[in-house]
Nanobody, 132 residues
Framework: ALQPVESGGGSVQAGGSLKISCEVF????????MGWFRQGEGKEREAIAA???????SYAESVKGRFTISRDKSKNSLYLQMNVLEPGDTGRYFC??????????????????????????WGQGTQVTVAP
């Protein structure tokens, strides 16, 4: 099994930036696509960014142009650079990884579904709080 472990969350003022990271432990299944989803208090899960093994990315409209996802395959690590943060970005951010052969758009769609557990793994999450 894969075990993603997130780090780097915190509090920031609106308009500020934050970078969160994730390291995936375990070697099987081999990681194909990775991504981030978030959940704010009282809100539904929202998949926000995904990246496949070829480096192709996919983003939710809510973060496009502000967030950048990247990965280091040699370290089995994933990153999310978040700029121009808004109070609506507040929530717990989860790193997800799958061994299924999904492209970035497919992974983004799957991570947003409640049945994601059929396809991949996720960590405990890291809290991001954006103050007005």
């Amino acid at each position: 099994a894969l075990q993603p472990v997130e780090s780097g969350g915190g509090s920031v003022q609106a308009g500020g930036s934050l970078k969160i990271s994730c390291e995936v432990f375990g070697t099987t299944p081999m990681v194909y696509s990775m991504g981030w989803f978030r959940q704010g208090e009282g809100k539904e899960r929202e998949a926000i960014a995904a990246i496949d093994r070829d480096g192709v990315t996919s983003y939710a409209e809510s973060v496009k142009g502000r967030f950048t996802i990247s990965r280091d395959k040699s370290k089995n690590s994933l990153y999310l650079q978040m700029n121009v943060l808004e109070p609506g970005d507040t929530g717990r951010y989860f790193c997800a990884a799958t061994g299924w052969s999904m492209n970035a758009a497919e992974a983004l769609d799957a991570m947003g579904r409640e049945d994601w557990r059929k396809y991949g793994f996720w960590g405990q999450g890291t809290q991001v709080t954006v103050a007005p």
